[in-house]
Nanobody, 125 residues
Framework: QVQLVESGGGSVQAGGSLTLSCVVSGYTYGCMGWFRQAPGKGREGVAAMYVIPSRTDIYYADSVKGRFTISRDNGKKTLYLQMNSLKPDDTAVYYC??????????????????WGQGSQVTVSS
């Protein structure tokens, strides 16, 4: 059984930074990533990476490229999302996700089997 526990959400002014953390327990494979859902909108893929360390490609939504960084610490079994230069449009509930069996991480969408509980990120202007 895979469990994902998020932390690190909060409120920040535009231009500020936040880091989300997601502690992962259990066996994972395929892809892991971050998604977000803003009020009244559908879920949007933010960033994704392969579980296998030898596959180093990372994928970002165009809306966050150059501002957000996905990373992981295998020793701590933790996935991170560093968010810089935040904008009001980044306001959303952010979810970490794990186990996308088809390993098409570049899709920034599709069927992830396990999800974190969600972290509210609010960016004020």
């Amino acid at each position: 059984q895979v469990q994902l526990v998020e932390s690190g959400g909060g409120s920040v002014q535009a231009g500020g930074s936040l880091t989300l953390s997601c502690v992962v327990s259990g066996y994972t494979y395929g892809c892991m990533g971050w998604f977000r859902q803003a009020p009244g909108k559908g879920r949007e893929g933010v960033a994704a990476m392969y579980v296998i360390p030898s596959r180093t490609d990372i994928y970002y939504a165009d809306s966050v490229k150059g501002r957000f960084t996905i990373s992981r610490d295998n020793g701590k079994k933790t996935l991170y999302l560093q968010m810089n230069s935040l904008k009001p449009d980044d306001t959303a509930v952010y979810y970490c996700a794990a186990v996308k069996p088809d390993a098409r991480c570049y899709e920034l969408a599709g069927e992830y089997r396990y999800w974190g509980q969600g972290s509210q990120v609010t960016v004020s202007s």
